[in-house]
């Protein structure tokens, strides 16, 4: 049983940053590769960034060269630091955790066996 807690979520003026978290607990977590989604209103969930277990990190293109993926294992706690932020930002952010072995990418939502409750993230023009 994995629990995953996300927070750091709130309303951001475009331009603006924020950093989202995710503290891990009830699994190896160092050993797991974990991942962050997001919802908008009426959108399916897409995959915003992610961390294999040795480190590699994938972004989704329309995030790439603003958000950054990282974990500190010692913690327990994934983490999402989002600069240049955006209107179409605007979405509640999901954490997932332990990679199935299926036919998925790391950016899939198949990919993932336990997920977080997700947190708000409001940005404003």
């Known amino acids: 049983q994995v629990q995953l807690v996300e927070s750091g979520g709130g309303s951001v003026q475009a331009g603006g940053s924020l950093r989202l978290s995710c503290a891990a607990s009830?699994?190896?977590?160092?050993?797991?590769?974990m991942g962050w989604f997001r919802q908008a209103p009426g959108k399916e969930r897409e995959g915003v960034a992610a961390?294999?277990?040795?480190?590699?990190?994938s972004y989704a293109d329309s995030v790439k060269g603003r958000f950054t993926i990282s974990k500190d294992n010692a913690k327990n706690t994934l983490y999402l630091q989002m600069n240049s932020l955006s209107p179409e930002d605007t979405a509640i952010y999901y954490c997932?955790?332990?990679?199935?072995?299926?036919?998925?990418?790391?950016?899939?939502?198949?990919?993932?066996?336990?997920w977080g409750q997700g947190t708000q993230v409001t940005v404003s023009s």
């Open positions: 997932a955790a332990e990679c199935l072995p299926v036919v998925a990418g790391l950016l899939s939502s198949r990919k993932y066996n336990w």
């Open positions: 009830g699994t190896t977590y160092p050993n797991y590769c």
């Open positions: 961390i294999d277990s040795d480190g590699t990190t």
